[in-house]
């Protein structure tokens, strides 16, 4: 995941533009893969997953792209509004034997300016 | 549905004061979660049950110990509270077939 420090990583990101967020994943036998957002004094919340037998996956306004090769996983969102911002993590999972267990990132602190 | 609800919001105890944190759900998940996430760092996973009367450790379970006495109530207690344990607690639930975790508001505990 993202590198762990008090500091978050912040991502400032005018409103309309898309943002592109990273997260390098540990793990190569991790095959599942998902984004959360967490906005200020609220719980995460799921926004779209990915798995290693695919590339890419789109959903509303986000895409998420898997690099497997060098283990790096983004998720972009495109006309970034002011209700995007938040913290943005990742979480993988290591396979059937760790069903519902995940390594979470400590994420990116994503700023929307008008 | 309320979805995960999570009792209290905010504590403060002193240290060796004890405490249980309570998680509901009404979505009838099977799974059920206690996580902690602290200043730069990742969810941590504290203990999970996959059903009605089981519990199993997480990744940092030390100090802590949880019941599964109905499906849809998971808690988590603190026996000694120490400062090392002030955090803010997500619980979180899912589907047997889903890796989807639906999660709690959080409790603020701050540990003196």
């Known amino acids: 995941g993202e590198s762990v420090g008090l500091h978050l990583p912040t991502l400032s990101v005018q409103e309309g533009d898309n943002s592109i967020i990273n997260c390098a994943y540990s793990?190569?036998?991790?095959?599942?893969f998902i984004w959360y957002k967490q906005e200020s004094g609220k719980g995460p919340q799921f926004i779209i997953d990915i798995r290693s037998n695919m590339d890419k996956r789109q959903g509303q306004r986000v895409t998420v792209l898997l690099n497997k090769t060098v283990k790096h996983l983004s998720l972009q969102i495109a006309a970034t509004q002011p209700g995007d911002s938040a913290v943005y993590f990742c979480a993988e999972n290591r396979g059937t034997d760790s069903w519902g267990k995940f390594q979470f990132g400590a994420g990116t602190q994503v700023v929307v300016t008008p | 549905n309320a979805g995960v609800t999570q009792t209290p919001k905010f504590r403060v105890l002193k240290t060796g004061q004890s405490m249980t944190l309570l998680c509901a759900q009404d979505m009838n998940h099977e799974y059920m979660y206690w996580y902690r996430q602290d200043p730069g760092m990742g969810l941590r996973l504290i203990h999970y049950?996959?059903?009605?009367?089981?519990?199993a450790k997480g990744e940092v379970p030390d100090g802590y110990n949880v019941s599964r006495l109905k499906k849809q109530n998971f808690l988590l207690g603190l026996e000694s509270a120490a400062p090392s344990q002030t955090s803010v607690y997500f619980c979180a639930s899912s589907y047997l077939s889903s890796q989807t975790q639906y999660f709690g508001p959080g409790t603020r505990l701050l540990v003196l």
């Open positions: 049950s996959v059903g009605e009367g089981t519990t």
């Open positions: 793990n190569s036998a991790s095959d599942y």
